[in-house]
Structures are given as structure tokens and as C-alpha cells.
């Protein structure tokens, strides 16, 4: 299966977020289904998830959205980026998603998992999260740990690289250069061309302010603590390709956590795993949702 594009949602609807921004939520599948909630990454939205959204819709009830700035998400104030604001979004989706008590399989990739770990304590999250997934992510050290700059780690690989992250300028229109450039960044060298183009063309749409905005935010990450917190049943799933948040972060997280159920290194995958192994993210959402939601069973 390769789906550039999601299927057309169920229904569709604005969270309000504490701060009054609006948050774009996608639900796909049957009402009464087992709930699955997906949270991208930095500079993506609801289409990095098409592949996930398709397979799962028929006997899951899929809830994707896209995160505040991305996608059809309003950008927030200057001051609206942070991790808080992360868990904030993510506690509006949840509530108004899910019914009084319901559980879901929380997935994240990159920033959509440090949601997971900006939320951890929250009320909503501790209600309504039956398991998590945590995909492709990190909870602090990503500048300086980052591969993307192909130097010996140092000050001078970190500055540089912080530039690249929070650079200002513009992206502009696909081009040969910029798709060579996303893919070594991003991908494994295996990723087949048209899903590099996907990749690229989600990355390319994110709006300048949110992108420069959140780069900030996750360039003083630190959220080890979210993770410790994190104490519903999670799995984490890693490419050992991934230059944008090397295996280490994830043998950190299976370190972290109190219930890890298992940590899972993609052989030849980088950092946008849900779209280079679709087939491998899904089947971690799944078995989550049989062995931790009710009236589910694993795909035969």
C-alpha cells in the first residue's frame, strides 16, 4: 500500500486548546471502534500519517491532528510554543475525541512523541491513554546529538546544526536539490523515490513561523521527567538510519520508561519512519490496541 493522501475523514472538527487556539482533528473509522490518536512531527501534518489512517480506519476509530501551526491548525501567538502548549493541545484533542473514560493507543512520531511526554501527568492523557507508542523521538540532547551534520560530535557540529534547524529562510518550491537534501537529513538511503516526495512535499508546506517557532522549542527539549512519568504500557520504535534522532534516544527511552513493552531498531530506516515502514508502525499500533484496548484483536 503506498497512500499519498488520507482518506476522506469520517468527520472533522476544531479542539479549542487552554490558550483558545484552535486545533484540526481528522476522525476516521466507526464510532465505537477501538480509538487510535496520531500526533505528527515537526513540520509535518495529518497526510504523514495516510498510510497508518487507511489501514487502520476499517476496524479502528482513527483520530489525527495537526498539531498547532501545521497543517490546518492556526499558527499560534509569538509566546504559544512550547512543550506546554504540546501537552495543552493534545489534552483538548483527547477530550473532545474521546467519550468520559474511553482509552486509545497514542502514537507519536518525533514532536507528536514528545507530546506524549510533554502530557504524561496531565489529567486527559492519564484518562484517556490505554498505551503509547513513541516513534521515531526524543526527550532531550537532540541538537547536540543529531547526525544530520556529517562532523565529529562537538560545539562546532552543534552550532552548526542548530543553524540548519532554526534556519529562517524560506523553503520554496521542490527541487532536485532540496529532495536530495531532505532525503540524506531525514531518510534512509534506501526510501524509494516517491516516498521521499511525500516527505518532502509535507515538509516543504509547513509554514515558515511554525517551523522556525517549534525549532526553538525543541532546541532546549528536556523532557526526561514526562518520560518517567509516562507509566501507561509504551513501545518505542526507531530507525537505526535515523540521523535526526540516532538509536540512542530510543535505548534511552526503554531506559526511562516504567513500562516499556518494547523497543523496536528498523533496519535501513531514518527519521520518518511511519512513512519509510508503514507496515512496521501500523503493526506496533495494533498490537498495542489488542494487547491494551478492549474489544480488539490482533489483524490476521
Known amino acids: 500500500m503506498n497512500s499519498p493522501h488520507p482518506p476522506v475523514p469520517t468527520r472533522t472538527f476544531d479542539a479549542v486548546s487552554a490558550d483558545g487556539s ?6 476516521h473509522g466507526a464510532d465505537g471502534a477501538p480509538a487510535v490518536v496520531l500526533s505528527h512531527g515537526w513540520t509535518c501534518n495529518i497526510a504523514f ?4 489512517i487507511a489501514d487502520l480506519r476499517g476496524d479502528h476509530r482513527v483520530i489525527a491532528y495537526d498539531q498547532r501551526g501545521h497543517g490546518a491548525s492556526p499558527a499560534a501567538a509569538p509566546d504559544g510554543y512550547s512543550t506546554e502548549a504540546l501537552a495543552d493541545d493534545l489534552e483538548a484533542v483527547l477530550d473532545a475525541a474521546l467519550e468520559p473514560g474511553e482509552q486509545a493507543v497514542l502514537a507519536g512520531h518525533s514532536m507528536g512523541g514528545m507530546t506524549m511526554m510533554a502530557a504524561s501527568a496531565r ?18 540532547g537532540l541538537v547536540p546529538e543529531s547526525r544530520v551534520v556529517p562532523m565529529r560530535a562537538g560545539r562546532l557540529r552543534t552550532g552548526i546544526t542548530r543553524r540548519i534547524l532554526g534556519a529562517r529562510a524560506p523553503l520554496g518550491p521542490v527541487t532536485p536539490l532540496s529532495l536530495r537534501a531532505l532525503r540524506y537529513g531525514t531518510m534512509g538511503p534506501a526510501t524509494p523515490k516517491d516516498r521521499v516526495r511525500r516527505c518532502v512535499e509535507i515538509v516543504h508546506a509547513c509554514p515558515r513561523g511554525a517551523r522556525v517557532a ?29 540521523r535526526l534522532t540516532p538509536p540512542v534516544h530510543a ?50
Not at 489529567?123 to 498505551?131: C, D, K, L, V
Open 22 to 27: 484552535r486545533v484540526h482533528v481528522e476522525v
Open 49 to 52: 500519517w495516510s498510510e497508518q
Open 123 to 140: 489529567p486527559a492523557f492519564r484518562e484517556h491513554a490505554g498505551a503509547v507508542l513513541l516513534c521515531s523521538t526524543g526527550a532531550s
Open 251 to 300: 535505548r534511552r527511552l526503554a531506559a526511562w520508561l516504567p513500562d516499556c513493552v518494547g523497543l523496536t531498531t528498523l533496519p535501513g530506516i531514518g527519521h520518518m519512519s511511519p512513512v519509510e515502514a508503514p507496515e512496521a508502525v501500523t503493526a506496533a499500533i495494533r498490537e498495542l490496541a489488542a494487547a491494551h484496548l478492549k474489544n480488539t484483536e490482533p489483524a490476521a
Open 214 to 242: 517549534w525549532s526553538a522549542v525543541l532546541d532546549t527539549l528536556d523532557l526526561e521527567l514526562g518520560v518517567r512519568e509516562l507509566t501507561v504500557p509504551t513501545a518505542v520504535v526507531a530507525g537505526d538510519a535515523d
